[in-house]
């Protein structure tokens, strides 16, 4: 069973910039493919951002140049770094784990495991 809890969302402004953390149930990361993704009220989930087990990583188009994925499999950690978030960025971030078909990184269905959810607030 993978466990993963989110934290570092938050209420911040246009612009500024936010960490979110992925904490994983110990030897998470070399078997499972990780990512991102966030739903905002009324929208499904979607694709933000992913890590393979490969090591290759993945990024949507609108926060590409924007937000970096990374880890630290000694913390069991998986992070998100978000710069000059705007207010379409207001959304649950979720962090999802599973064994994921190549063709699927970015289909949230192909993920078994899912956190809580962080709630991040852009204001304009």
């Known amino acids: 069973q993978v466990q993963l809890v989110e934290t570092g969302g938050g209420l911040v402004q246009t612009g500024e910039s936010l960490k979110l953390s992925c904490a994983a149930s110990q030897g998470t990361f070399g078997r499972r493919d990780m990512a991102w993704f966030r739903q905002a009220p009324g929208k499904e989930r979607v694709f933000v951002a992913a890590r393979r087990r490969d090591g290759h990583e993945y990024y949507d188009d609108s926060v590409k140049g924007r937000f970096t994925i990374s880890r630290d499999s000694a913390k069991n950690t998986m992070y998100l770094q978000m710069n000059s978030l705007k207010p379409e960025d207001t959304a649950v971030y979720y962090c999802?784990?599973?064994?994921?078909?190549?063709?699927?990184?970015?289909?949230?269905?192909?993920?078994?495991?899912w956190g809580q959810g962080t709630q991040v607030t852009v204001s304009s």
């Open positions: 999802g784990a599973g064994v994921v078909i190549l063709r699927r990184t970015r289909d949230a269905s192909g993920y078994d495991y």
